[in-house]
């Protein structure tokens, strides 16, 4: 089955700096990729995702790029606010097996 | 997205005790999965629940532990039966909307077994 390693497992920044996630999988038939934050005692919210077909997506201060070849997918935030201090889980899913499976998790810090 | 909700959202049980954890999703969606996520820890699947037939466990889950009802396309049910402190953890349910694989989660049941 599909195997996602997430590092670092302990970020922080400061406030303004960008930080960098970074995820591998292991099965090279996975097409789909999201990203999800979780902050304290809440639900994991997804935040953005990106399809095989596609190597970098963005959304004002969140981006994702996508390494097929290397099975490396990364999330970045720029402009690092308090707010975005959570745990965020990157997470990998193969067609028709319909199961998505997640990484370990990175507990980010933004220190103000 | 989905409106998800959560039944009950805690409870601390005794152990040996079962506790049924509901899941209503305000659409009708094909895929719903129950999590399982321990303190500090990432998401674990227990199953996948579909309409109309039975769940499919990964491993390490049993059905006589873990048994799911899935009676229509907005509902699931979870229960976990004779409890052990270690069984104290966030149960979440998800669902995937249509068919591109984005799973939206509910808030959580948190368990505490004592």
């Known amino acids: 089955g599909e195997n996602v390693e997430q590092h670092p497992s302990t970020l922080s920044v400061q406030e303004g700096d960008s930080a960098v996630i970074k995820c591998t999988y292991s099965?090279?038939?996975?097409?789909?990729f999201p990203w999800y934050k979780q902050e304290l005692g809440k639900r994991p919210q997804l935040i953005i995702d990106i399809r095989s077909n596609v190597g970098e997506k963005k959304d004002q201060r969140i981006a994702v790029t996508l390494n097929k070849t290397a099975k490396h997918f990364s999330l970045h935030i720029t402009e690092t606010q308090p707010e975005d201090s959570a745990v965020y889980f990157c997470?990998?899913?193969?067609?028709?097996?319909?199961?998505?499976?997640f990484g370990t998790g990175t507990k980010l810090q933004v220190i103000p | 997205s989905a409106v998800i909700s959560q039944k009950p959202s805690r409870d601390i049980c005794q152990r040996g005790t079962s506790l049924t954890i509901q899941c209503q999703v305000d659409?009708?969606?094909?895929?719903m999965f129950w999590y399982r996520q321990q303190p500090g820890q990432s998401l674990t699947l227990i199953a996948t629940a579909n309409q109309g037939s039975e769940a499919t466990y990964e491993s390490g889950f049993v059905i006589d532990k873990f048994p799911i009802s899935r009676p229509n396309l907005t509902f699931s049910t979870l229960t976990v039966s004779n409890m052990s402190p270690e069984d104290s953890s966030i149960y979440l349910c998800s669902v995937e909307v249509s068919t591109k694989e984005t799973q939206y989660f509910g808030p959580g049941t948190r368990l505490l077994v004592l």
């Open positions: 997470a990998a899913s193969t067609p028709g097996y319909q199961k998505v499976t």
């Open positions: 659409s009708q969606v094909t895929m």
């Open positions: 099965d090279s038939a996975s097409n789909y």
